[in-house]
């Protein structure tokens, strides 16, 4: 099977899906177009034209399988390329654009939308990484064209894709999970954005400093040229209580989550949370907002109330009682091993 994967803007994330998804299919032959995560506005809706230009003989090959991330704007690559309409196009969504939070600086843009549902409509197989993702995407679809002149009329479709859509989650490399610690070292590992929601975080922290609650932070996860201004205060009164800061190499940043207790998050934005993810397979207690897609991957015990009081309560309990932990989540379910078999199936591979 020959296959051409194309991922328009190619964050952390969604390389090492696109490098898992390789390796766990040596037997396709694949071919993988990428572009650098900048210049998003551009990216998403500028890509087929991109493609075109700099690699129009990759383009015009023959392929079975077309594996294209939801920022790919596959309606008009196809367009561009008849030769691509013949090969099975599946579409993989690690998030949407119709549930993204608000930033307060700028108005929702129309087009990055219309991407996600044009490739969606353009696609033999929608994949998501969790339900939250494709119910979001269509109530979010839903409201957006409701606003539209004309209101096009989509219930059928999106009946069918609520019904027909596959929920596989991007999985982790397969390795043995490491043990809990029972220390009292929390770890942030998330990017340093508005929609990660760190206010709330620190908030919490500050409540526990009231408390006298004692604790060591590690702060890690990509940062960007303007962050959230509370990174800078919050650094400034938690003070010897911080034993790592800012973005981390990588062996480094997986060796601090090897030393740390519990991970935390308080987003108002996440499909799957690979960052907890990954911080559970090597050893640390996840505590999660009871919100998004949370709910399906992490039982009551690791879900607090999404408010600062809810956390901080929680996090006393766990710091001052470590008994009253529970115990780690099984991260084998969520690494390729467990994946793979429908991974075939939604490629259409024969051995599915």
């Known amino acids: ?17 696109a490098d898992g998804l390789q390796a766990a299919f040596p037997e396709i032959a694949w071919t993988r177009l990428e ?17 075109k230009t700099e690699a129009s003989a990759l383009l015009d090959r023959s ?12 309606a008009t690559l196809v367009g561009l390329c008849p030769s691509l309409a013949h090969a099975r196009k599946v579409v993989y969504f690690h998030e949407n654009q119709f549930a993204f939070p608000p930033s307060g600086h700028q108005a929702p843009r129309p087009e990055p939308m219309m991407v996600n549902l044009y490739a969606a409509m353009a ?3 929608v994949v998501f990484n969790s339900a939250y993702n494709r119910d979001s995407l269509i109530a979010g679809a839903r409201a957006f064209l409701h606003r539209m002149p004309d209101n096009p009329k989509l219930d ?20 043995t999970p490491k043990a809990a ?14 929609d990660k929601n760190p206010e709330a975080f620190f908030a919490a922290l500050e409540q526990l400093v009231t408390l006298g609650v004692d604790f060591e932070l590690a702060v890690m996860g990509q940062q ?36 740390s207790d519990i991970v935390v998050s308080t987003t108002n ?9 990954e911080a559970v397979t090597r050893g640390c207690l996840p505590l999660v907002p009871d919100r998004l897609c949370f709910p399906e991957y992490y039982a009551d015990a690791y879900r607090y109330p999404g408010d600062a009081g809810g956390l901080a309560a929680r996090l006393a309990d766990w710091l001052r009682f470590p008994s009253s932990r529970p115990p780690l989540p099984d991260a084998c379910g969520w690494q390729w091993h467990a994946w793979r078999k429908g991974y075939a199936a939604a490629l259409g591979l024969e051995h599915a």
């Open 123 to 125: 696609a033999d197989v």
């Open 1 to 17: 099977m020959k296959a051409l994967l194309l991922s328009a803007y190619a964050a952390v994330s969604h390389r090492e899906w």
């Open 181 to 194: 610690g029972g220390g009292c070292r929390i770890v942030w590992n998330h990017r340093w954005e508005y």
């Open 224 to 259: 960007f040229r303007q962050s959230p201004a509370v990174f800078d205060s919050a650094r400034a009164w938690l003070g010897e209580r911080i034993v790592c800061w800012g973005e981390q190499p990588v062996e480094a940043y997986r060796e601090m989550l090897e030393a």
């Open 63 to 74: 392929y079975d399988l077309v594996v294209a991330t939801s920022m790919v704007d596959l």
């Open 156 to 175: 059928d479709w999106f009946a069918r894709l609520a019904l027909e859509a596959w929920i596989l989650p991007v999985p982790l490399a397969d390795m």
């Open 269 to 277: 934005h996440e499909f799957q949370g690979l960052a907890i993810m």
């Open 35 to 51: 572009l650098p995560p900048r210049h998003f506005s551009w990216r998403i809706r500028a890509n087929p034209l991109l493609w």
